[in-house]
Structure formats: C-alpha cells, structure tokens
C-alpha cells in the first residue's frame, strides 16, 4: 500500500513539472559579482476555493481561487522577503530570521531532494530548480525573512519561496512575472515533497483581493481577474471582515495529505466539495464588489461547511466555541488556511463590528484579533 502512495505522490510531482515549462535546461546563467536584489511581498487571506489549486486537481480539472493581498498591522510594511547578493567566493551563505544560518562550501552539496528538516530546504530547492547551481563562479548570500506568525494558515511559507524564486530569477536574468514565478513556486513545492497548490503565491504576488482562475492547459496560466471595489466598499469590507489568530498552530501538510488521498482515490464526496469549492470563489468575489455582506457571509459559511466536510479533522473545540459565541453577531466565519489551527476570519454583520471586536476581548480563549490592510493599495 505505502509503495502505491509513493508512487501515485511521485505521479502528481511529474504531472506539475510537465506543465511547468521553467523547469527546463538553465546552463547557461550566469551571476554578476556585486549585484543585489531584495524582494518584499505580502501575505494573503484566502476566501473560497481552496483545494481546487492543489495538484493533482488544478492541473487536470478547472479552479478558482477568491484571496486577498495583505499586510498585518498599523504599518503598510510587507512582512515576508529576501535579500540575495553576489560575491567572489564560491561559498553560499543561507540565514533567515528564525535566526538560522549556514554556509555551504560549495555547490556540489546542494542536490535534491533537501530534507525537509533542513532549515534551507525552501532556499536550497529554489536554487536547484532555478539553474543557480549550474552558476560555479561565484558565490551567493541569501537572506529570508517573515514576520507572519508560524503556522498562521496566511501563505508565509509559498510567499517566502516566491521571494526567494522571485530574487533568483532577478539575479540570473530570467523571467520575473508573478505568472513565471507562481508556476515555478508550485514545482518547487512539489520538488520539496510537500505539496500545495498555487493560491498562495497567486494571492500575494497579485495585488489586492484577486479571482483567480486555471484552465488545466500546458504551460499553466492564471488568469487573474482583479475584484474592483469602489472606495466605500472597500472600507466596508475592511471594517467587518475581522482576522484572528486561533492561537493554534495549523500543519498544513498532514491536512494536504488526507485530502489529496482522497482526490487520488476518486472519493465522490471529495470531488463534490472539491468542484462546489471553486464555484463559491466566483460567488463569494461577486457578492464581495456588491458589498453585500450577508451574501458573502453566507458564502464564508459553506465553504468552511465544505472543509470540514473534505476533513472532519480541520476544525477545533475552540474554533467552534468561539464560532457560536459570536454567531449572534456575525454573517458568516472560516479558519483561511488548511484548517486545523491558524488564523481565521469572522464577518460582522452591518454595524456590529466594534461591538464583535470588544466580545472578542472579553471572551476566554488563545485567540486574538489583527488589523489587516489590503495591500499594495488598488483603488
């Protein structure tokens, strides 16, 4: 049984790099002693349609994913990042602001696969598929940061890969559109061994909230179809819809994996909720430029229906305990990540979101709200 998973996980990976044409021969980069780059990206909240972008779905049945690019806090600052430069000396210097650091002698010991319990795997992945490897002249610094919290269900560790992607591809001249980047992304996660679909990078490489869709054509294009809000709308839905941190710390993978197998195995039940998923993105993102707040509610409500439905498992006591004793005040609420943990997000109703914000305080729990902000601006 477990050399069938190995082998039909090993089938998902080659149907990714088959459809993404940047995996290809890259002999020819080369590096520039002195340059610099720094790349600063947003994280995203993630509203409706998810499952529907994780291969092997996404690459062989249409998708649609509903997020939005943010920044957490007073600041309009963006919160994940690299910082990459070119020096004469064949070492690698890897840090990051976990605090871990490393240098690596020389390229020889950079091969896939990475350990996933390396600190680097993301850094010395993208490395590898990006052709970097192949540049022996020189040596590299790479600097990674986030300040999302760990575990937050907000897409910090695909945004830390397309930074890093992103400031590869700058230093070596190769294409650096969010197109080129969030399809070499979704290889890299699958050359990782860890999965994932593409919303993440998707939603913080493209500005402001974004419906995103993907037809299973070779190569994978996304096309992303900005969800216009006028000014005031806008407000309104920054002023109701209220994030949160469940206080738990999600794991994504475990997540991934239970519902993945379920795809594999042709689940009916999960092909359902898979195919309603991409179908409320669509809706929710109309109901979000009319401003209509219960509508969108709603929405919010069945796609966290849909999760649990997919994974019984996504959910907490704690989450729930909070869901209800908030019901009287809200349209609708989800946790925005792979469920089991992170953060979430709860939608006052009209003029109800100071008097949500201050229950919020008052009741027991690990949870506690975050201002968010869209981000860049997009009106």
Not at 12 to 23: G, H
Not at 24 to 33: P, T
Request: with cysteine; charged share 20%.
């Amino acid at each position: 049984y477990q050399r069938r998973v190995h082998g039909a996980w090993l089938a998902v990976q080659k149907e990714v790099f088959n459809a993404v044409e940047e995996c290809s021969d890259k002999s020819s980069l080369e590096l520039k002693v002195g340059d610099k780059v720094e790349v600063q990206l947003p994280l995203r909240i993630s509203l409706a349609g998810e499952w529907s972008d994780t291969p092997p779905f996404s690459v062989e049945r249409p998708s649609c994913v509903l997020n939005v690019a943010v920044t957490l806090g007073n600041d309009q600052s963006l919160p994940v990042g690299c910082v990459a430069s070119v020096h004469e000396t064949s070492e690698i210097r890897l840090s990051s602001s976990s605090g871990a650091s490393v240098i690596v002698d020389n390229w020889r010991q950079i091969t896939l696969p990475v350990p996933l319990s390396d600190p680097f795997v993301v850094v010395k992945t993208a490395l590898v598929l990006c052709g970097i490897t192949n540049t022996k002249n020189h040596g590299l610094s790479i600097h990674t940061y986030s300040h999302a919290p760990s575990g937050s269900g907000l897409g910090g560790s695909s945004v830390v890969s397309a930074s890093v992607v992103s400031a590869l591809h700058q230093l070596t001249g190769q294409p650096n559109d969010p197109q080129t980047v969030s399809r070499v992304v979704l290889a890299l996660e699958q050359a990782m061994g860890t999965g994932g679909g593409w919303q993440d990078q998707v939603g913080a490489l493209f500005p402001g909230p974004k419906c995103t869709r993907l037809l299973p054509t070779y190569p994978l294009t996304f096309d992303v179809e900005t969800v216009f809000l006028t000014d005031s709308t806008a407000r309104l839905i920054q002023e109701h819809l209220i994030l949160f941190d469940s206080g738990h710390t999600r794991l994504a993978q475990s997540v991934l994996r239970r519902i993945l197998r379920r795809y594999l195995q042709r689940d009916a039940e999960a092909l359902k909720c898979i195919r309603e998923s991409a179908d409320l993105a669509a809706k929710a993102a109309s109901r979000m430029a009319a401003g209509d707040l219960e509508g969108f509610g709603q929405i919010l409500n069945r796609m966290w229906q849909v999760y649990q439905i997919l994974d019984p498992q996504c959910s907490l006591s704690d989450v729930d305990r909070l869901f209800h004793q908030v019901s009287d005040l809200i349209y609708g609420a989800r946790l925005v990540g792979a469920g089991g943990g992170g953060f979430g997000v709860l939608l006052a109703k009209l003029g109800k979101a100071d008097e949500l914000r201050e229950r919020l305080k008052s009741l027991p729990g690990p949870h506690r709200a975050y201002q968010w902000n869209f981000s860049p601006k997009f009106t």
